[in-house]
């Protein structure tokens, strides 16, 4: 009785061992895969942060570009409306002075045709006087 109920022990001690190993084994492959899977799990969140870093920046990127285009565009406008005001002043300040030019040189030319006038008025009154003389 008492060898039979030592088997009986070492058979339990046994199937309890092997039990043991068993339950080991698939707590290990339990871990493992466990593990395995938040491996994963941290390489997609990793990933994904690694994007959306990457988005944000670009994202940044653009709008500075854009702020930039912009101040650059607006630069550009203001100096091309100071050269515009600028040419304006020149065309007129030239227009004037041209308008001057031209009013100086017609005024040369009507003495000129006063003076010829009157040297001609003159000559046709000496000549009148001296047909009347010869009359």
Same mark, same amino acid.
């Given at each position: 009785h008492e060898r039979e109920h030592d088997r009986e022990i070492s058979e339990l001690a046994a199937r309890h061992s092997e039990e043991m190993e068993k339950l080991r084994a698939e707590l290990k492959e339990e871990q493992r895969h466990l593990l395995d899977e938040l491996q994963q799990q941290m390489a997609a969140t990793h990933r994904a942060e690694q994007e959306q870093a990457q988005l944000q920046s670009q994202t940044l990127h653009s709008l500075e570009l854009e702020a930039l285009r912009?101040? =650059? #565009? /607006?630069? %550009?406008? !203001? @100096?091309?409306? =100071?050269?515009? !005001? #600028?040419?304006?002043?020149?065309? &007129?300040? *030239?227009? +004037? &002075? =041209?308008?001057?030019?031209? /009013?100086?040189?017609? *005024? @040369?030319? +009507? *003495?000129?045709?006063?003076?010829? %006038? @009157?040297?001609?008025?003159?000559?046709?009154? &000496? @000549?009148?006087?001296?047909?009347?003389?010869?009359?």
């Amino acid at each position: 009785h008492e060898r039979e109920h030592d088997r009986e022990i070492s058979e339990l001690a046994a199937r309890h061992s092997e039990e043991m190993e068993k339950l080991r084994a698939e707590l290990k492959e339990e871990q493992r895969h466990l593990l395995d899977e938040l491996q994963q799990q941290m390489a997609a969140t990793h990933r994904a942060e690694q994007e959306q870093a990457q988005l944000q920046s670009q994202t940044l990127h653009s709008l500075e570009l854009e702020a930039l285009r912009l101040t =650059l #565009n /607006n630069m %550009h406008t !203001s @100096q091309l409306e =100071l050269t515009q !005001s #600028n040419l304006r002043k020149e065309k &007129e300040t *030239a227009l +004037v &002075e =041209l308008r001057e030019m031209l /009013n100086d040189k017609r *005024a @040369q030319e +009507v *003495a000129i045709l006063q003076s010829r %006038h @009157q040297l001609e008025w003159e000559r046709i009154k &000496e @000549q009148c006087l001296k047909e009347k003389e010869d009359l």
